[in-house]
């Protein structure tokens, strides 16, 4: 009987997909109650040929679109497919311990139990500034104590799983959201707002993030996800303008004003990783949140 799918879309990544595959082979869970299952979102790399004469070590079931459908549409074939009572998602980036299934299979002993972040490391090299931001203990779910209760703003589904049956419940991820950024966190409130069980970290169900895109780039990305998906989200969910001090009334008047300081911004970035850590993760803090509030706020701001 299959307990637990691992969902894994995939573009134009073949080289660590495979290193997200091989990791999967060798888990402390037997294989006859788990599967993967890979959605090749129409890579032109060589990933479905690749799929088609893999010999995996397991059950493997894998999907391929025909045209380009983006991640949220990506997911959800993969949940399509799925049969486990419990759906692992996972990015085509990462690998992972040999105990990572059974990590997020225990966490379900609690009945309370909608869903589980796991912990996400990012590869990085000690001169990155930036990469050692992203480790950080205190960012994102990685503040919060094993087993705590976490909110939907921190479930990334990167390494997180949920119960099959609130997957279908939520109505499953937005497809209309098709660049980066949002579908994660919006679909998390969806399930969230059922009220049929907690999220809660774990971070014992560890994953390592091979992680490519450079800090400027990062931050272009965010001033696009707020100027697009994340307005399309609150636009959506009204009540998530307060919630992320998105709304004018907690984001104005001399705040607003520094916060988007263009030039605050340019110091920022010129000498972010020539300090000492702890201000730098400041800084890069900063910078990132610039770039989100003003994409967000880009007609008032301009």
């Not at 979102?41 to 004469?53: E, H, I, M, P, V």
Request: with cysteine; hydrophobic share 35%; proline share 2%.
């Amino acid at each position: 009987m299959t307990e637990v799918s691992v969902v894994i879309p995939t573009y134009n990544r073949i080289d660590l997909l495979k290193r997200t595959l091989k990791s999967l082979e060798h888990q402390t869970v037997e294989k006859d109650r788990y599967e993967v299952v890979v959605v090749d979102d129409c890579s032109n790399d060589g990933t479905a040929d690749f799929l088609r004469k893999l010999n995996f070590k397991g059950n493997l079931k894998f999907i391929i679109h025909k045209d380009s459908k983006k991640r949220a549409a990506a997911r959800n074939s993969g949940i399509r497919l799925s049969k486990g009572d419990v759906v692992i998602f996972l990015d085509d980036d990462m690998g992972v311990k040999e105990d990572f299934i059974e990590q997020h299979l225990n966490s379900y002993k609690n009945r309370d139990c909608a869903g589980i972040k796991g912990e996400v490391k990012t590869v990085w090299v000690k001169n990155d500034i930036f990469l050692q931001y992203l480790n950080r203990k205190n960012r994102g779910a990685k503040r919060h104590k094993k087993f705590d209760r976490i909110s939907f703003k921190y479930f990334l589904f990167s390494n997180a799983s949920v119960r099959r049956e609130l997957l279908f419940k939520a109505g499953s991820f937005d497809e209309k959201i098709k660049e980066y950024g949002g579908e994660d966190m919006e679909f998390a409130y969806r399930i969230e707002s059922l009220k049929e069980g907690n999220f809660y970290y774990n971070p014992d169900a560890v994953s390592y993030h091979n992680h490519t895109r450079t800090f400027i780039d990062t931050c272009r990305i965010l001033e696009k996800y707020g100027s697009s998906n994340l307005r399309y989200i609150v636009h959506k969910h009204p009540e998530l303008a307060k919630v992320m001090f998105l709304n004018d009334r907690l984001f104005s008047g001399w705040l607003k004003k520094i916060f988007l300081k263009e030039g605050i911004y340019r110091l920022c970035m010129a000498f972010y990783d020539k300090l000492p850590p702890p201000i730098a993760f400041n800084l890069i803090k900063f910078c990132m949140g610039h770039a989100l509030i003003k994409g967000y706020h880009e007609n008032t701001y301009r």
